[in-house]
Structure formats: C-alpha cells, structure tokens
C-alpha cells in the first residue's frame, strides 16, 4: 500500500469522525456511489505495476594461463676428442644449439667426457685462456703453469684433442696454432716431431693418434680407353701389260 493511500485513509478517518460528532446519519444508507469523474483522489484508478527486467551478459571465463606456442630448438652435433684407455684418440659428439663459439668448444673440452663413458681428457680447467681468428686460423693462448703439468710423453695427445675438436666442431676454422701469454710457441705434433715457432697446425697432423683412422678415399681409376688402329686396305693387284 503506498504512501498516498495511507495518507487518504487518515483523512477519510478524520472526515467519518468528525461527521459522527455532528450528527451525520452513519450506515450503510448514509453511503452513495461517487462517480469516476468526480473522484478527486483517483481511487478508482487502476494500479499498474512496472517491471523492469534487466538483462545480465555473462562473458566466457578467461583461463588463467594462456597455452604458448614454442619452436623447437634445432640442435647440431658438435665433435670433439678425448681419449681412451689405450691413449688414442676417439671422437665424441654433443648436440648443441648452432652456430657454436670456441668458448663453448672449450668449456666442454675442459669440462671432460660425461662419467659414464669409457674416456678421459688432458685438458685441465684452466688450460685454455682465450682465442683469436684470423682467415680461418685459429690461435689458442695456453697457461704456462697449466701446461707444464701434463707429461712431456702426454703432450702431443693433449694438443691434438685441441687441434682436432676446434677444427671439427668450428666449420671457419681450418688450422691452429698456440701461444703462450701472447708469444708462439712450438707443440709436438702427431709424430712426435716439434712444430716451427707459429706453425698453424690441420686436422691431418694428428690423424695418426686416432683410435680408428679415418678409411682412405677410395680412388676412381677410369679403365683404359681402347684405341682401334685404322685398318689398311690391301694394294690393288696391277695385272702385267699383254
């Protein structure tokens, strides 16, 4: 019931008291009809309601981590040289994310073969101290001190583990050769022998330290091309003169 109503009802109230104070015949008599048209107060007025509808949009939930999309990471196999049990060379490769940088190459040369694999390494930690290119040589600056601790007998094995796995796992590099605090020096190479002051040093100079040498490139030989003489024709028979 709204407030007008209630207001209307008080006043109604008042109205019949004041009627029954004066004398005014009560009953249901004492009622008649107001016409619509001279209600003052509306009451015959319809009430009417108004509904308000409200329309909610639920948006799709938002999940809390979003799937990423990744490229694999495509890997090459880098070679390098340890030795085995017998004191030969033997390669050994690891799968890296290309292009490779000596630092890497020799951070794991030094780092050693994996325990569980019949190999060992003479490079110390600390062996290797920098490097520098120049038209595909590559010069290796070596620690005196670290050096000198390999065995005089063990040194051309050392050299070669370098000289072999720089030249394999480093496509630019063709040839090595050491200093010491910046001053070339000489190195045994694969046959004992001591390089010149400075000599870069190929692969091929230490081939013969390999566990398994590298099989030979079969040579072509192209088979002899026969050479077919010209066959002479006999002389005509001259017939004596009758």
């Known amino acids: 019931m709204t407030t007008k109503r209630w207001r209307l009802i008080a006043a109604l109230g008042i109205v019949a008291s004041a009627a029954a104070a004066c004398g005014v015949s009560t009953g249901d008599d004492s009622f008649s009809v107001i016409p619509p048209e001279e209600d003052p107060f509306g009451l015959d007025a319809t009430s009417t309601t108004t509904t308000t509808s409200t329309t909610t949009t639920t948006l799709p939930a938002t999940p809390d981590t979003v799937p990423s999309t990744t490229s694999p990471v495509l890997l090459e196999s880098a070679e390098f040289y340890f030795l085995t049990t017998r004191s030969r060379l033997q390669p050994f490769f690891v799968a ?96 004992s022998l001591l390089s010149d002051v400075g000599e870069p040093l190929a692969y091929d100079d230490f081939v013969t330290l390999l566990a398994s040498p590298p099989p030979a490139a079969a040579s072509t030989t192209l088979p002899p091309i026969p050479v077919t003489e010209p066959t002479l024709a006999p002389p005509e028979a001259t017939l004596p003169d009758q």
Do not use: C
């Open 96 to 191: 890296l994310p290309p292009p490779f940088s000596a630092d890497q190459i020799a951070d794991i040369l030094e780092a050693g073969p994996p325990p569980d694999v019949a190999l060992e390494s003479l490079i110390e930690e600390g062996l290797i101290v920098s490097f520098s290119e120049s038209r595909a040589v590559l010069t290796v600056d070596l620690d005196a001190d670290t050096f000198e601790r390999i065995p005089s007998t063990q040194q051309t094995e050392a050299i070669g583990q370098i000289v072999m796995t720089m030249i394999s796992s480093l496509q630019r590099v063709g040839l090595v050769n050491f200093t010491i605090e910046g001053e070339l020096i000489s190195v045994k190479k694969g046959n």
